[in-house]
């Protein structure tokens, strides 16, 4: 009899606690964004016959979606506590002393570095989405690129950036398995690219200051210092004499209390809950006479500019107090940024096709140009011939880190 009446009042808590979950669904508001997390959160998706029974291709990320799929992603990422149950359990990872949370692990000195084995072009570690997606998305876009290309007849870059796993190896825990980019991704674009495209690989340089802070720990993008050593390579393959280093003054940025700005990037949300020591950010201000502006927009499907913002430098100092922070860097991503100078002599305009790596170099490109027009494909559907007729750049740089390149759809460069 008292086994029963224990079943039954464990039975009453366990559908107490889904009804209560459940109404927690219904009754809370939806997140569309952590901040903790550094990423969008999937809202309750449209239903409908359509999204229901067929399947549809995010053309921006590659991935199929219907309601189950988005649903599903919808349920995880509107669990009631959800950011309190995941802190917990990396704390609980971390007392356990496991150096690896996700796909990030946690490397010598604070430095959290990304299991790069999904870099795979050659089905190695086939049968994981994430590897399938990065070689379908690399190799077509890699033939998409060499395709618009052929179309112009202005001189093409294409540069490309490591990730800090390539550039810091030796800071992994012991016998972490992990895939170099240099050795497989860099080496394929050497080799892919085409005649009409110069390759730029920006490994030699970072590789050659890995003793120094290029990257930051808890983020994926490089530091300014790491976009400037890339900037020197970039200039030597497209004929440009950089600016030194010393004519530039460096300062760290301060919060409103007079403390270093505490930065945590894309890495830690993955393992936030573990104690992990922020980064800090600079700025470069050149010790020449510069003036600079910027304007940012999108395009809506008639061709009307919109979200617009326009600034007097590519600081942009409100977001050092918002999570975003490496915004800071020429601010939210637009599929248009112009970006103006009044350095150079002589008027020379750049048409720039890039990732957010891309943002912490304008610094310094932009004392080679009195004009960059920066492209983000992610929310851009010209093609590259009207683009080219419409900016009339003297020189068209690609610049995207290896993730970058992987993570976007380049199709429209052939529209």
Not at 98 to 106: E, I, M, R
Not at 188 to 200: A, C, L, R, T
Not at 205 to 234: P, Q, V
Not at 254 to 270: A, N, R
Request: hydrophobic share 40%; glycine share 6%; net charge negative.
């Amino acid at each position: 009899m008292e086994n029963k009446s224990i079943n039954s009042v464990v039975g009453v808590i366990l559908i107490a606690v889904v009804l209560i979950g459940f109404g927690a669904y219904i009754v809370l508001p939806q997140q569309s964004r952590s901040d903790i997390e550094s990423r969008n959160l999937q809202t309750f998706p449209e239903l409908s016959f359509k999204t229901v029974f067929e399947k549809t291709e995010n053309v921006i990320t590659g991935k199929t979606e219907n309601f189950m799929i988005l649903f599903e992603e919808y349920c995880a990422d509107q669990f009631v506590a959800r950011s309190f149950w995941v802190s917990s359990f990396h704390l609980f990872e971390g007392m356990l002393q496991h150096k690896k949370l996700g796909d990030v692990f946690l490397g010598s000195e604070g430095r959290l570095l990304i299991d790069t084995r999904y870099v795979d072009l050659e089905s190695r570690y086939a049968g994981t989405v994430h590897a399938d997606q990065f070689r379908s998305n690399f190799v077509s876009n890699v033939k998409w690129i060499k395709e618009a290309v052929a179309s112009i007849e202005v001189p093409a870059y294409l540069a490309m950036a490591t990730n800090s796993t390539t550039i810091y190896p030796d800071m992994l825990p012991p016998n972490a398995a992990v895939f170099s980019e240099q050795d497989m991704v860099l080496q394929y674009m050497q080799e892919k690219v085409g005649e009409d495209i110069s390759f730029i690989n920006l490994y030699p340089a970072l590789a050659a200051h890995k003793n120094e802070e290029i990257f930051y720990k808890t983020d994926h993008h490089w530091t300014l210092l790491g976009a400037y050593y890339a900037y020197e390579s970039i200039c030597a393959s497209m004929g440009l004499t950089p600016v030194p280093l010393d004519q530039f003054d460096v300062e760290t940025l301060l919060d409103s209390q007079g403390q270093p700005v505490s930065f945590s990037g894309t890495y830690y949300p993955k393992v936030f809950g573990i104690p992990v020591k922020p980064d800090t950010m600079t700025k470069f201000t050149p010790k020449f006479p510069a003036n600079y502006s910027m304007v940012s927009y999108n395009m809506d499907a008639v061709g009307t500019k919109i979200d617009y913002a326009e600034h007097n430098s590519f600081y942009v100092d409100s977001h050092l107090e918002t999570a975003q922070k490496y915004e800071y860097y020429t601010g939210n991503i637009h599929g248009y940024t112009e970006i103006t100078s009044d350095v150079p002599a002589e008027p020379r305009t750049l048409l720039l096709i890039k990732d957010s790596y891309a943002h912490s170099m304008i610094p310094f490109l932009a004392n080679h140009y009195t004009k960059i027009m920066m492209i983000d494909y992610r929310d851009v559907g010209a093609g590259l011939t009207s683009l080219v007729e419409e900016v009339n750049p003297d020189e068209v740089l690609f610049l995207y880190s290896v993730t970058g390149f992987s993570d976007v759809k380049l199709v429209n460069l052939t529209r």
